[in-house]
């Protein structure tokens, strides 16, 4: 473990640095500090009033500058002691500099790195496929407000997980320029963004959409803001509960255009069988089935273990520095397994699974053969060898993957016969 001051240089904020054996001071340093053994509870709240003062005895006139001793740490976490690593925190994690100043153009900047901006587009994105693939059709006021309440939702979602997080952000180096970490904005501005923008999302939905929408918004808010980010830290199932986070968007997507995401009499479950085994022509009146939405949702599901649980091997030892719970650090055979077996899974949900709901034609089921076999081999020889060039290259297929397959879905569409959409009006042009 590294040496109080050495923390303390960094986090401890001015109040509690008078006395620096003092109560207050260790809080401090308990929730800087990374975690195998875990911190005593994180004073939250202590943490949130402090941090506008908080400070660095880096300046002059104050503690001590530490000497950069290296220091080395072991994980020793569920019996894998082979994971060790040498701490790249030889220094002060951050070092004193003048506080930015908030012009509105920055402030903006804040706003959007709060925001995960590119995560943020993401999510709104496979919300849109939600829309794309409903039967129902959307009009132009429930594309804009899906999109802005889904965007505000989102923003709010992730502004609360960084407020949450800055302790553990400033001790991996792929976070640890974020806004409240570099201090760029105080914790209770960020709270007042998240506080209107976590209203404001809801109530766009709820007014502008519909309730199942705003619903599935809040809902989500809390489970990413609330469930997630505090699993994260305390048990490897936060990578389940992520996907879902994950996976809800295109729900969001589905019920604004009206559709129905659970059972009822109203809207039973529906079966749509390969032509070759059912002499029924498909009933396009009956696509609106609350089966279709659940399969796109497990497509979703499905894809993010492969993707996330890749990247996190690749950044495992940051991971286990700042003290979070990933299958990737306490058990690296397993995390590659749960790869493996979501990129197997997604074969039979794309070629039985999406066709039968109606989502997609039978011709998805083999089209979807193609990326599912070449992204399941990429897995395979993760899971074989467990190297880091095998994770590396099931994350970027990860990366095409989902566009290819949600291309192929909307290409596939029910009701959408694209290549007759072309033939037909090349036979209008020859009329
Ligand atoms: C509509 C709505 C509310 C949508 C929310 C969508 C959303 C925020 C999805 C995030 C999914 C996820 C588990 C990301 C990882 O976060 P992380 O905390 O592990 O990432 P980090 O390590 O980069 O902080």
């Not at 309440?149 to 997080?165: K, M, P, W």
């Not at 105080?186 to 199942?212: D, E, Q």
């Amino acid at each position: 473990m590294q040496s109080a001051p050495q923390f303390l240089g960094s986090y401890a904020c001015r109040r509690c640095t008078a006395n620096i054996a003092s109560t207050s001071a260790r809080r401090c340093l308990a929730r800087s500090a990374s975690t195998y053994t875990r911190p005593k509870s994180v004073a939250f709240a202590s943490y949130f009033f402090h941090n506008s003062r908080w400070t660095s005895y880096a300046s002059p006139g104050r503690l001590p500058v530490p000497s950069p001793v290296p220091a080395r740490r072991v994980a020793q976490v569920a019996g894998q002691d082979d994971i060790s690593y040498t701490s790249s925190i030889t220094t002060p994690p951050i070092a004193w500099r003048r506080s930015e100043v908030l012009t509105p153009r920055r402030l903006f900047k804040v706003y959007a790195q709060l925001a995960k901006s590119r995560l943020t587009v993401l999510v709104v994105l496979t919300a849109m496929g939600g829309v794309a693939m409903s039967p129902l059709p959307a009009t132009a006021s429930v594309l804009f407000f899906t999109t802005v309440g889904t965007t505000l939702c989102s923003v709010a979602a992730n502004t609360i997980n960084q407020i949450r997080e800055v302790p553990y952000d400033a001790q991996m180096a792929r976070t640890r320029n974020r806004p409240l970490v570099r201090k760029a904005i105080t914790p209770t501005h960020a709270a007042g963004f998240a506080a209107v923008t976590g209203i404001a999302g809801p109530a766009i939905l709820w007014t502008m959409v519909n309730p199942t929408t705003a619903i599935l918004g809040a809902l989500n808010i809390a489970l990413y803001a609330g469930v997630y980010t505090s699993l994260k830290r305390t048990s490897i199932v936060n990578t389940w509960v992520g996907a879902v986070v994950g996976s809800l968007p295109p729900l969001m997507g589905w019920a604004a255009c009206g559709g129905h995401i659970l059972p009822s009499a109203e809207y039973p479950i529906h079966i749509f069988l390969p032509s070759f085994l059912s002499s029924v022509p498909v009933d396009l009146a009956l696509v609106d089935n609350p089966l279709a939405p659940f399969a796109f949702f497990m497509v979703l599901y499905s894809w993010q273990f492969p993707h996330f649980n890749a990247l996190s091997y690749l950044v495992r030892a940051s991971y286990a520095q700042a003290g979070y719970k990933m299958l990737s650090v306490v058990n690296p055979a397993k995390n590659a397994l749960v790869s493996l077996r979501h990129t197997l899974l997604l074969i039979p949900m794309c070629s039985v699974l999406v066709p039968l709901s109606g989502l997609t034609t039978w011709a998805f089921a083999l089209t979807s053969l193609v990326p599912n076999a070449i992204w399941a081999h990429a897995a395979w020889k993760f899971w074989r060898h467990g190297s880091e060039k095998h994770a590396r290259t099931t994350f970027h297929h990860s990366l095409w993957y989902m566009p290819v397959i949600l291309g192929l879905m909307m290409f596939h569409k029910q009701g959408v016969d694209w290549t007759s959409w072309i033939w037909g009006k090349q036979e209008d042009e020859d009329e």
